[in-house]
């Protein structure tokens, strides 16, 4: 069975530009989550779609917006990028987000760089 | 708010020996708790796992062991092999659903 696939996995961009990350969960999956990692702060979550429907959203700016399709792919989008939004942004799947099983599988991630 | 903490960023130890990696928690609402292993350039791998209803969870080389009145828990890894070298984070999920906290991480290296 594939991995969660993201895309790109590298992206440089500048200040006040935006981007879309996009990812592709485990077949099957239907919960999609979105993280971002960086040195000071750790991996924090962003959201979380489940159903095309956003189920649980972390304490970052309305800059930060997702999507998930019909098929479970999701994409998220970060626009007027600033210097603090450089990370490595981490897309996770699971199944229904059941309370007998809390396992995440992780994407490689997308190294974004705003300069 | 720092729900759940790794209060060490680092450990070294001997090939062969034990590594033992901690983790300790505030929110006492949290029922369930994860360990995750990551390498530089991938995303995080799961390890192992823990429900609150139990005090020891063991697969294989590794086994957690959770303090519910502590509001502790460990992961032992024996013995420790250089393909264990990575940073470990632990976590535990919140709202019922897929929103994991992760703690800071630590760096473990196992030396041959």
């Known amino acids: 069975k594939a991995g969660v696939t993201q895309t790109p996995r590298y992206l440089i961009k500048t200040r006040g530009q935006q981007v879309t990350l996009s990812c592709s969960p485990i077949?099957?999956?239907?919960?999609v989550s979105w993280y971002q990692q960086t040195p000071g702060q750790g991996l924090q979550f962003l959201f979380e779609?489940?159903?095309?429907?956003?189920?649980n959203k972390g304490n970052f700016p309305g800059r930060f917006s997702g999507r998930q399709f019909s098929n479970s792919r999701s994409e998220m989008n970060v626009s007027t990028l600033e210097l603090g939004d450089s990370a490595l942004y981490l897309c996770?799947?699971?199944?229904?987000?059941?309370?007998?099983?809390?396992?995440?599988?992780f994407g490689p991630g997308t190294r974004l760089t705003v300069t | 708010d720092q729900q759940v903490k790794q209060n060490s960023p680092s450990l070294s130890v001997q090939e062969g020996r034990i590594s033992i990696l901690n983790c300790d928690y505030t929110?006492?609402?949290?029922?369930?708790f994860l360990w995750y292993k990551k390498y530089p350039a991938e995303g995080p791998t799961f390890l192992i796992s823990i429900s609150s209803i139990k005090d020891k969870n063991e697969d294989g080389r590794f086994t957690v062991f959770l303090n519910k009145s502590a509001k502790h828990l460990s992961l032992h890894i024996v013995p420790s092999q250089p393909g264990d070298s990575a940073v470990y984070f632990c976590?535990?999920?919140?709202?019922?659903?897929?929103?994991?906290?992760f703690g800071g991480g630590t760096r473990l290296m196992v030396k041959p």
């Open positions: 929110n006492s609402m949290f029922d369930y």
């Open positions: 976590a535990a999920p919140r709202n019922a659903g897929n929103m994991l906290t």
């Open positions: 779609y489940f159903s095309e429907t956003q189920r």
């Open positions: 077949s099957g999956h239907r919960s």
């Open positions: 996770a799947s699971s199944w229904f987000g059941d309370r007998l099983s809390y396992e995440q599988y």
